[in-house]
């Protein structure tokens, strides 16, 4: 089967202006001065994987190794410098919980901006408005600004908005470990429901247990380069080990 | 989709697309048959010796329209006679008379122009040399110039022909104008642009089609699918950028009709002694400027912050970027949408006399829409890498405020200039919509090139710098 997510040979260089050229004036004197100077910070180097529909996928790396990087480029944020991204479905990314929200409206509004801004509809949204305030257990504050939100109830209701539009891919970065313990245990079970409706989802965590428990592969990043990817248990096993060694 | 369907939907688009042609030919039928003619007089600068009985001046000059209807000179009074001043106007070559006239001095302006119109149109002798001839029983002397506008640039201009009084040769030339129309025949062009561009539309489609079953992609293809996807979180931003506008004011959605009043009031206060004798409809014609001003303002302000304020999406969720731009160019569009309706009040009630003309303000709006867009995408491109634009911007947006004529009319431009004025696609868009709602005329068709290829230009401009940039936004965030 074609793959659902198809990753190959990216690399990703960021090209830092050392000289800081903030303004225009700053700009034009350091290029007239020849002071435009670039250093080049190479990301990821050379990626390849791939991971089939229904499959969930650790990503480990210690920080720095591109796990983020890799996420943004996976959900179209960067374009990478080469190689190619291929994807097919809606993506809903939880790259920061609460990223899509404007804090002047309500929560009302903010499920209906949030859900359009991951592509769907007004109808489909309709539909799933109940479920998804129920879900946050927001009750009446759903008509208050979240502005005046805790930020406990701006975590829910994000969760609820990514999880339950159903996207045929999800993207979580480092959310499971915030939250107090019921709404963990909550989203926990929510995520299992997910996967096991055949939701694709790409998780990183620095929490070793938490992969090993929850995914099937696992790929692992060290200084933006590949450095082993397969079935989660070998590979855990292997990042355990070289952090334990030192981990450099 | 059925094929039938589609023949359906194609069927109704062609209906559409040719009874709005048709539409757009009976409106400007009549004002694409002529257009106005008026020379520009040289500036005073010397004056000759009195017109007394017995003398007379002679002005050659070649006849500047198809219709010529009146002729505009410039006098000093100094004890003039009750004797009417004589002028006639004949070709110069075979003496032919093509009109003659008598106007009592008492006629005649005291400072400035007067226009003089004759008993009967002037046809068909478009280049062909005439002659003025000027005789009076005394008290006036009549002014020559060599030069076009002495307001610190002046251009010599050639003689417009030989100037003579009494058989001598003079220097200079009569401080005179020349008004009449040109036949035009703008209407031809009509249906032969409207088969090419609805022969362009069906290539598209059809195209389209091809590329579709054969599962090619293809810009159409690409753009459409984003306009499904995206046009409901479109539609959601533009709602919220609205709503939170005027969230905490108490007044709310009533602003969008207070502001143009208050401005106009504002305005009409400072403005009215020095400008009012020259506009007419002064309030309607400063009012049409400030709304038209007050969207572009808004718009590129908006625009301006699009990318950079919602730094916190761009760099979280993928989505099209030219989205936040549009979106706030879209909802200022509302604002502007309801600002029309204070004006068509003040149009009403300061006796503006509405044309079919005022059918063509949704083609004006649309022209308006597209130029801002345009500017939003690349002033929001800009922003992103160079934090002082929004600084720049403020200045550039004042000095552009002045530069067009939105509270004085174009007539105190200097000729030198008015070249230059005709490259502001601002002055052109405000001129379009103000001929149309005040005048009641359809300007001219070179008006709505200039406005195509104002609003247009733009948009490629600002779409060609946005989308080469784009990839780089994140980067800056």
């Given at each position: 089967?074609?793959?659902?997510?198809?990753?190959?040979?990216?690399?990703?260089?960021?090209?830092?202006?050392?000289?800081?050229?903030?303004?225009?004036?700053?700009?034009?004197?350091?290029?007239?001065?020849?002071?435009?100077?670039?250093?080049?910070?190479?990301?990821?180097?050379?990626?390849?994987?791939?991971?089939?529909?229904?499959?969930?996928?650790?990503?480990?790396?210690?920080?720095?190794?591109?796990?983020?990087?890799?996420?943004?480029?996976?959900?179209?944020?960067?374009?990478?410098?080469?190689?190619?991204?291929?994807?097919?479905?809606?993506?809903?990314?939880?790259?920061?919980?609460?990223?899509?929200?404007?804090?002047?409206?309500?929560?009302?509004?903010?499920?209906?901006?949030?859900?359009?801004?991951?592509?769907?509809?007004?109808?489909?949204?309709?539909?799933?408005?109940?479920?998804?305030?129920?879900?946050?257990?927001?009750?009446?504050?759903?008509?208050?600004?979240?502005?005046?939100?805790?930020?406990?109830?701006?975590?829910?209701?994000?969760?609820?908005?990514?999880?339950?539009?159903?996207?045929?891919?999800?993207?979580?970065?480092?959310?499971?470990?915030?939250?107090?313990?019921?709404?963990?245990?909550?989203?926990?079970?929510?995520?299992?429901?997910?996967?096991?409706?055949?939701?694709?989802?790409?998780?990183?965590?620095?929490?070793?247990?938490?992969?090993?428990?929850?995914?099937?592969?696992?790929?692992?990043?060290?200084?933006?380069?590949?450095?082993?990817?397969?079935?989660?248990?070998?590979?855990?096993?292997?990042?355990?080990?070289?952090?334990?060694?030192?981990?450099? | 989709?059925?094929?039938?369907?589609?023949?359906?939907?194609?069927?109704?688009?062609?209906?559409?697309?040719?009874?709005?042609?048709?539409?757009?030919?009976?409106?400007?039928?009549?004002?694409?048959?002529?257009?106005?003619?008026?020379?520009?007089?040289?500036?005073?600068?010397?004056?000759?010796?009195?017109?007394?009985?017995?003398?007379?001046?002679?002005?050659?000059?070649?006849?500047?329209?198809?219709?010529?209807?009146?002729?505009?000179?410039?006098?000093?009074?100094?004890?003039?006679?009750?004797?009417?001043?004589?002028?006639?106007?004949?070709?110069?070559?075979?003496?032919?008379?093509?009109?003659?006239?008598?106007?009592?001095?008492?006629?005649?302006?005291?400072?400035?122009?007067?226009?003089?119109?004759?008993?009967?149109?002037?046809?068909?002798?478009?280049?062909?040399?005439?002659?003025?001839?000027?005789?009076?029983?005394?008290?006036?002397?009549?002014?020559?110039?060599?030069?076009?506008?002495?307001?610190?640039?002046?251009?010599?201009?050639?003689?417009?022909?030989?100037?003579?009084?009494?058989?001598?040769?003079?220097?200079?030339?009569?401080?005179?104008?020349?008004?009449?129309?040109?036949?035009?025949?703008?209407?031809?062009?009509?249906?032969?642009?409207?088969?090419?561009?609805?022969?362009?539309?069906?290539?598209?489609?059809?195209?389209?089609?091809?590329?579709?079953?054969?599962?090619?992609?293809?810009?159409?293809?690409?753009?459409?699918?984003?306009?499904?996807?995206?046009?409901?979180?479109?539609?959601?931003?533009?709602?919220?950028?609205?709503?939170?506008?005027?969230?905490?004011?108490?007044?709310?959605?009533?602003?969008?009709?207070?502001?143009?009043?208050?401005?106009?009031?504002?305005?009409?206060?400072?403005?009215?002694?020095?400008?009012?004798?020259?506009?007419?409809?002064?309030?309607?014609?400063?009012?049409?400027?400030?709304?038209?001003?007050?969207?572009?303002?808004?718009?590129?302000?908006?625009?301006?912050?699009?990318?950079?304020?919602?730094?916190?999406?761009?760099?979280?969720?993928?989505?099209?970027?030219?989205?936040?731009?549009?979106?706030?160019?879209?909802?200022?569009?509302?604002?502007?949408?309801?600002?029309?309706?204070?004006?068509?009040?003040?149009?009403?009630?300061?006796?503006?006399?509405?044309?079919?003309?005022?059918?063509?303000?949704?083609?004006?709006?649309?022209?308006?829409?597209?130029?801002?867009?345009?500017?939003?995408?690349?002033?929001?491109?800009?922003?992103?890498?160079?934090?002082?634009?929004?600084?720049?911007?403020?200045?550039?947006?004042?000095?552009?405020?002045?530069?067009?004529?939105?509270?004085?009319?174009?007539?105190?431009?200097?000729?030198?200039?008015?070249?230059?004025y005709h490259c502001n696609p601002l002055y052109q868009l405000i001129f379009f919509v103000r001929s149309i709602t005040i005048g009641g005329v359809s300007p001219t068709p070179i008006t709505y090139f200039y406005c195509i290829l104002a609003s247009v230009g733009t948009l490629l401009i600002g779409w060609t710098v946005f989308r080469k940039t784009q990839d780089r936004f994140v980067l800056y965030l």
């Amino acid at each position: 089967m074609e793959p659902i997510i198809t990753v190959e040979h990216v690399t990703m260089n960021f090209r830092i202006n050392v000289s800081r050229t903030n303004s225009l004036k700053e700009y034009f004197v350091a290029k007239l001065k020849g002071r435009l100077r670039y250093e080049n910070f190479q990301a990821l180097r050379d990626v390849t994987f791939s991971v089939q529909q229904g499959e969930i996928l650790g990503i480990l790396g210690r920080n720095g190794a591109g796990k983020s990087t890799l996420l943004k480029v996976i959900s179209g944020i960067y374009r990478p410098t080469s190689g190619s991204v291929v994807t097919r479905g809606r993506i809903a990314p939880m790259l920061e919980l609460g990223s899509g929200f404007d804090y002047e409206l309500s929560g009302r509004d903010n499920i209906f901006l949030n859900g359009a801004i991951l592509g769907f509809d007004e109808k489909f949204l309709h539909d799933r408005y109940d479920e998804i305030v129920e879900f946050s257990e927001l009750g009446e504050f759903i008509d208050q600004p979240i502005k005046t939100y805790s930020s406990g109830m701006v975590m829910r209701l994000a969760f609820a908005v990514a999880t339950l539009v159903s996207p045929e891919i999800l993207i979580v970065d480092e959310i499971l470990s915030v939250g107090d313990a019921a709404f963990q245990k909550k989203s926990y079970a929510r995520m299992m429901e997910m996967m096991s409706s055949g939701t694709t989802v790409l998780m990183v965590s620095h929490n070793i247990d938490q992969i090993r428990s929850m995914c099937q592969r696992a790929i692992w990043l060290d200084h933006g380069s590949l450095r082993m990817s397969g079935e989660v248990a070998p590979v855990c096993d292997a990042y355990t080990q070289w952090l334990e060694a030192g981990g450099a | 989709m059925k094929a039938d369907h589609v023949w359906k939907k194609l069927a109704l688009f062609t209906a559409g697309f040719f009874v709005l042609t048709a539409l757009f030919f009976w409106i400007v039928r009549e004002d694409w048959s002529r257009t106005a003619v008026t020379t520009e007089p040289v500036s005073r600068s010397a004056v000759l010796e009195e017109l007394t009985e017995g003398r007379e001046i002679r002005q050659s000059f070649p006849i500047a329209s198809d219709e010529w209807t009146s002729v505009w000179l410039d006098c000093s009074l100094w004890n003039p006679s009750d004797q009417p001043v004589e002028l006639r106007v004949a070709l110069k070559e075979t003496g032919r008379e093509l009109a003659a006239m008598w106007v009592l001095p008492s006629e005649f302006q005291v400072d400035g122009l007067t226009e003089i119109r004759f008993p009967e149109a002037v046809t068909g002798l478009r280049g062909q040399v005439a002659e003025l001839t000027l005789r009076a029983a005394g008290g006036l002397s009549f002014w020559t110039g060599t030069s076009v506008n002495t307001w610190r640039f002046s251009a010599q201009v050639e003689k417009l022909g030989e100037l003579t009084l009494d058989g001598n040769p003079q220097p200079g030339s009569l401080v005179m104008r020349q008004s009449g129309s040109n036949r035009l025949n703008g209407t031809r062009w009509i249906w032969p642009v409207a088969a090419v561009i609805w022969i362009a539309c069906m290539g598209i489609v059809l195209d389209t089609r091809r590329r579709k079953k054969n599962g090619q992609g293809g810009l159409v293809l690409r753009a459409m699918e984003i306009a499904r996807r995206y046009s409901y979180l479109l539609k959601t931003l533009v709602v919220r950028d609205f709503r939170v506008k005027y969230k905490a004011s108490v007044l709310g959605v009533l602003w969008s009709f207070l502001n143009p009043l208050l401005m106009t009031f504002v305005y009409y206060f400072v403005f009215n002694t020095l400008f009012h004798s020259d506009i007419e409809n002064f309030t309607a014609y400063l009012m049409s400027g400030i709304i038209i001003f007050n969207y572009f303002s808004e718009a590129t302000n908006l625009g301006l912050f699009a990318i950079v304020g919602n730094a916190s999406l761009i760099t979280k969720v993928y989505m099209p970027k030219f989205i936040y731009p549009l979106s706030k160019v879209l909802s200022s569009s509302i604002n502007l949408a309801i600002s029309l309706i204070p004006l068509m009040a003040i149009m009403l009630l300061s006796g503006v006399q509405l044309q079919k003309s005022i059918l063509l303000l949704p083609l004006g709006l649309v022209f308006l829409l597209i130029f801002c867009t345009g500017m939003a995408l690349l002033l929001s491109a800009l922003m992103v890498f160079f934090r002082d634009t929004q600084f720049l911007w403020g200045v550039m947006l004042t000095v552009w405020n002045f530069l067009t004529p939105i509270f004085y009319p174009e007539t105190i431009i200097p000729t030198a200039f008015r070249g230059l004025y005709h490259c502001n696609p601002l002055y052109q868009l405000i001129f379009f919509v103000r001929s149309i709602t005040i005048g009641g005329v359809s300007p001219t068709p070179i008006t709505y090139f200039y406005c195509i290829l104002a609003s247009v230009g733009t948009l490629l401009i600002g779409w060609t710098v946005f989308r080469k940039t784009q990839d780089r936004f994140v980067l800056y965030l």
